[in-house]
């Protein structure tokens, strides 16, 4: 008997076994699900009014989930109120801390933080508004935000709310009423009160519902939006724009040289000497450190037992200006000089027209140049030419220096030629010195292209105001072809008086530029697809600016033109009419 039932549990058992293993197969057909969950219902209902709870309550169609809702929901008027969320299988509850404030209309934009288990379908256009009182408010402001610069719209920008009589901005506090811009750039802020409002747009980087000013691009509307109606199509650009007031951090001696660091940039500086003892050997040198949040000063011709009172004026990108008084005093140090170098423009490389301009930037000051004896171009070893130089123009800190040259288009082609007909003179004594010299010379000459140029800054060009000489540079660069690139012409009708025309690539990178005028000319372009900028100078200062924030200055005007254009090979586009 035991056999028999002990033969019949593993027979049992088998079947068991086998039965399971057969049913682990691949689940096969039906189609992805792309239907994301519908709302069925909310408490409160949508729209409803003197509501007292502290608990809203989702349900859905299906199982959900939900998507860090505790930093990404919207909720306007924005009152910090904390709240815990449950979820059961088809419905979400937000239990809140507090009471909602009184005679209050608000919403929630629940923006992409609720979806399907399954495929992480998002709950679409989720939004829910109540009022703790008898009413709902119901202005609404809408626009669009762009890049103040190409005029794109910005997706998820944030839009932010605040009352007219706040002291605080986007920099300080976060939003009373804010939302995020969609796909297009658009946006929309509703159920608001009857009043007076400041309104700013600024891309969260960080996601802390303030501005970064250093780094996250940002603007505003200067006017304060007097609320009685619906506002719409307010478009605000944006940009980068470092508002922050300028501060000298600290000033001491660092090495054998005396630095002066801020909290940000400058653009420019200049020094003023107050001290009365008025020493015949003290000189200033300074320039700006590689960061530009420093002012470097170096010790030329100083009594190191001395110091000196002077007054720093520093100027940022924005205009912001600060004068400190501090006492420069140079010691002696064992610390090593950094080395002196600088940067060239055209870099290595590039293509050049017969008339070019150089700019030379360099790590410290000046102090001696033999540009003029120097500079010159050199095909090889062997053979070297003078550049004819137009002008030489340094920056005031002897940093910069911008050279405007010529340089012979046929030089390679005539040097060639001039060693052949050498050679050639020599046939009839091919073993002398002179023969194999230009022999040799010409045989590295028809090497090179006819198109190919290199300048050459010999060592000791440039003496820094440490003693130390620059380096050998050699620029490898080609002349443009001009059969290889297109012409454009136009015309331009305008009311403004003061601007600057752009010609830009379709990835909005500058090509050249030139000022406002009624008719225009860009020669040598590259084949491709461009179009124009215009910055407009709106109160004709004679500079285009991005606008400060803080003392609400808008940025001036940019104009873009509406289409893009193509430049062909050896064709000159012209008729271009721009009005604007």
């Known amino acids: 008997m035991k056999n028999i039932l002990l033969s019949a549990f593993l027979a049992c058992y088998a079947f068991i076994l086998y039965t399971s293993c057969a049913s682990q197969q691949p689940v096969t057909g039906g189609a992805k699900d792309t239907i994301p969950p519908t709302l069925l219902e909310s408490y409160p209902i949508n729209k409803s009014i003197n509501f007292k709870d502290q608990k809203i309550t989702l349900v859905f169609d299906e199982f959900i989930k939900e998507d860090q809702i505790k930093t990404k929901l919207i909720i306007t008027p924005d009152d910090q109120n904390k709240f815990d969320v449950v979820i059961k299988k088809t419905s979400i509850t937000l239990d809140f801390e507090n009471p909602f404030a009184d005679s209050t209309t608000y919403t929630l934009n629940f923006n992409s933080t609720i979806s399907d288990i399954t495929e992480n379908n998002d709950a679409e256009n989720i939004i829910l508004a109540f009022s703790t009182t008898t009413y709902i408010d119901s202005l609404s402001i809408a626009g669009s935000i762009i890049d103040l610069l190409t005029h794109e719209p910005i997706k998820e920008a944030t839009v932010a709310l605040y009352q007219a009589n706040d002291t605080t901005d986007i920099f300080n506090k976060r939003p009373l009423y804010f939302t995020k811009t969609a796909e297009d750039g658009t946006y929309s802020i509703e159920n608001l009160k009857n009043g007076k409002y400041r309104l700013y747009a600024f891309q969260d980087k960080n996601k802390n519902n303030l501005c970064e000013p250093n780094d996250e691009p940002h603007g505003f509307i200067a006017d304060t939006l007097a609320l009685a109606y619906n506002i719409d199509s307010l478009t605000i650009p944006i940009t980068r724009n470092d508002v922050r007031p300028l501060a000298q951090l600290n000033s001491r001696t660092s090495g054998i040289y005396f630095e002066s660091r801020y909290n940000k940039p400058l653009k420019d500086f200049s020094v003023q000497v107050l001290d009365s003892l008025k020493l015949p050997n003290w000189t200033i040198e300074a320039n700006l450190t590689t960061d530009g949040r420093g002012i470097v000063f170096y010790p030329v011709s100083n009594p190191k037992k001395d110091s000196l009172q002077i007054a720093i004026t520093s100027i940022d990108s924005t205009y912001n200006q600060t004068i400190d008084t501090t006492y420069l005093k140079f010691t002696s140090s064992k610390r090593s000089i950094p080395p002196f170098t600088f940067t060239t423009i055209p870099t290595k490389d590039e293509q050049i027209l017969e008339k070019t301009t150089f700019t030379l930037s360099f790590t410290k000051p000046v102090s001696k140049n033999y540009i003029a004896d120097s500079m ?153 697809d461009y179009t124009f900028r215009i910055l407009i100078d709106d109160n004709n200062d004679g500079v285009w600016s991005t606008g400060n924030s803080l003392k609400r200055i808008e940025p001036e005007s940019v104009y873009i033109y509406p289409e893009f254009f193509n430049v062909r090979e050896n064709w000159t586009l012209e008729n271009i009419e721009i009005n604007f």
Not at 386 to 415: F, G, L, M, S
Not at 437 to 444: A, G, N, P, V
């Open 376 to 528: 010159r171009v050199s095909i090889d070893t062997l053979v070297q030419h003078p550049i004819k130089i137009d002008t030489i123009i340094w920056n005031n800190h002897k940093t910069r220096v911008t050279i405007n040259t010529q340089i012979d288009k046929k030089i390679v082609a005539n040097q060639k030629l001039r060693y052949q007909q050498l050679t050639d003179s020599l046939q009839s004594d091919t073993s002398s010195i002179d023969f194999n010299r230009y022999s040799k010379i010409k045989k590295l000459l028809d090497k090179v292209e006819d198109s190919y140029t290199r300048v050459k800054l010999p060592k000791g060009t440039f003496f820094s105001v440490d003693g130390d000489t620059s380096y050998t540079e050699n620029i490898p660069l080609k002349f443009i072809n001009s059969e290889e690139r297109g012409i454009v012409r136009g015309t331009i009708s305008t009311d403004y008086t003061n601007y600057t025309l752009q010609l830009i690539t379709n990835k909005y990178k500058v090509v050249s530029s030139q000022p406002g005028t009624s008719t225009f000319e860009f020669k040598n372009i590259p084949p491709g």
